[in-house]
């Protein structure tokens, strides 16, 4: 607060809100202190965060108004006793469930989220749950004829073209009984891998030389066939083999990149709707791979 005295004695009072002039107020609030109007020749009141005057009266024959010292800047300071906190309160997430919170608050959840921790935890067992073993037939086969050096050579031709020799006798199973002398009477086909007449024929032999070969002889008419099949229908030489592509190489080479091989209404399907182990009028690699699997051989067949 201060005081400035006026040549007539009068005090000049300032309006805190600038609305106009007061008389008979004694000095004036320095952070609101704006003057309206001065005398001639009477000290002239300034906002000290100014530091000049709002303006001067003068008449001919009088002294300007002397300049006014500077007063100290200053400004109000303002400590409130309670600052609000901008930083909103979150509630704990369960991140089991980012749908609920580890609050009392209810959180609706979606439907689509609604798998309990136990079905969760059912589920991962399943998934790292080990694969149930392929049961394995044993035949009873002639040991001389389909003995270990059978079994020896049947495990280098699937290496050869790189496959899993137990799907090669599983092929083999599937379609002959692992019988070198098996024909059939519709078509001709015969052998190890049920060779057609034609396909013989490209292989340099007939079917009834064919069945005439020792099991071992015949194998390399297998291997023969499977190599050339394989390159001729858009496999890489090192490809891997698995059992379902393998066996499309006997049965239908020509769609063997193709998952449905054949369906209802073609003489293919016709004549082997037993690989259509869904009966939905399909036959796919898939299924052909399913009963390479279920036609997998024990090696205790060609050991002596």
């Known amino acids: 607060m201060f005081q400035v005295t006026v040549r007539q004695s009068m005090n000049i009072g300032c309006n805190p809100f600038l609305a106009g002039f007061a008389a008979g107020f004694t000095g004036c609030r320095p952070c609101f202190a704006a003057p309206i109007f001065a005398y001639p020749a009477m000290p002239v009141m300034v906002n000290p965060y100014m530091m000049m005057p709002l303006f001067s009266y003068q008449t001919p024959g009088y002294v300007p108004a002397p300049t006014m010292p500077q007063f100290p800047s200053f400004a109000p300071t303002f400590s409130p006793s309670f600052v609000p906190s901008l930083t909103p309160s979150l509630p704990q997430v369960n991140y089991n ?6 609050n009392n608050n209810t959180v609706s959840t979606p439907a689509q989220n609604t798998q309990t921790q136990e079905e969760e935890t059912e589920n991962e067992t399943e998934n790292t749950r080990p694969a149930k073993p392929v049961k394995e037939m044993t035949l009873s ?3 001389n004829e389909y003995g270990p050096e059978f079994l020896a050579k ?3 031709i699937a290496k050869k073209i790189n496959c899993d020799y137990k799907d090669l006798l599983g092929v083999m199973n599937s379609e002959s009984g692992i019988n070198a002398k098996a024909q059939n009477k519709n ?3 015969s052998g190890l891998i049920q060779f057609m007449p034609k396909t013989a024929e490209a292989l340099g032999t007939t079917t009834n030389a064919l069945r005439d070969m020792s099991p071992i002889d015949q194998l390399d008419y297998v291997e023969k066939f499977m190599v050339k ?9 090192n490809e891997r083999l698995s059992g379902g592509q393998l066996y499309a190489l006997v049965f239908l080479p020509a769609r063997a990149k193709r998952e449905v091989l054949t369906q209802s209404g073609e003489n293919y399907y016709s004549a082997n ?3 259509d182990a869904n009966h939905d009028g399909k036959i796919t690699k898939t299924e052909l791979d399913e009963r390479v699997k279920s036609k997998y051989v024990s090696d205790k067949s060609f050991l002596a």
Do not use: C, Q, S
């Open 154 to 156: 049947v495990k280098e």
């Open 141 to 143: 086969k002639n040991n």
């Open 273 to 275: 709707k037993g690989l």
């Open 229 to 237: 099949n394989k390159k001729m229908f858009g496999f890489g030489e």
């Open 97 to 102: 469930n980012p749908f609920a919170t580890l």
């Open 187 to 189: 078509g001709g086909a």
